[in-house]
């Protein structure tokens, strides 16, 4: 199979996905292997070429955790996205979070398995400190938190850093968590499973 153009840190995680036939993902009564994760992977990367979806663009995955907003989160982090993740179902409080992330490109699931992209106006919050991070090359991720005045407040953190963090964690479990997608917890737990190669649950009840 032939792998996308780049480079990024997702080539030392497709070293440990790529013919990795051992399950990765429970879904309700689907398994998923990290084979299966690869594939999607590639598959992601050559989309977000045919949508122009470059690096450095700040782009948001409208979902809960499934199989397939998983794998675009680390595809975007292979394409060194800013990787906003939004789990929220309050289209107000959503279009809140999109303005004060600043995203440019929406990958909207309507359904566990089914998306599309939107392009958004230009609209960057913070650009100095966009672009300052841009510079490094590295991917981002932007979390919310509730802000002095209740209101939610875009959080940018350097999702490489993180995942550097967990690239060498030997312990294997399976796990499901309770943090949704768009929390620093889920996120902390999807990576440190997923990166030790053990299995992620899916679990239909989060916080």
């Known amino acids: ?29 689907e ?47 292979e394409n060194r996205n800013i990787v906003v993740p939004l789990d929220v179902s309050n289209e107000k409080e959503k279009k809140e979070r999109l303005k004060e992330a600043g995203v440019q490109t929406r990958i909207e699931y309507v359904n566990e398995k089914e998306s599309v992209v939107h392009r958004e106006s230009e609209r960057e ?11 490094t090359g590295d991917a981002g991720l932007v979390l919310f938190s509730s802000g002095s005045t209740g209101k939610p407040k875009a959080i940018l953190k350097n999702l490489s850093l993180i995942v550097k963090k967990y690239i060498n964690n030997k ?20 990576l440190r499973i997923l990166l030790a190669g053990g299995t992620f649950v899916v679990s239909n009840e989060r916080t």
């Open 1 to 29: 199979m032939n792998r996308p153009l780049g480079r990024g840190i997702l080539y030392s995680i497709i070293d440990l996905f790529e013919e990795n036939y051992k399950t990765a993902i429970i879904s309700g009564q």
């Open 31 to 77: 398994k998923f292997t990290y084979q299966d994760i690869f594939r999607q992977a590639v598959i992601n990367l050559r989309k977000y070429r045919e949508e122009n979806i470059l690096p450095g663009q700040i782009t948001s995955i409208e979902s809960d955790f499934s199989f397939f907003s998983i794998c675009d989160f680390f595809s975007l982090l």
């Open 125 to 135: 919050q913070n650009l100095e400190i966009i672009e300052a991070f841009r510079k």
């Open 171 to 190: 312990a294997s479990y399976r796990t499901a968590t309770i943090m949704r997608f768009d929390h620093q917890g889920g996120v902390d737990v999807l």
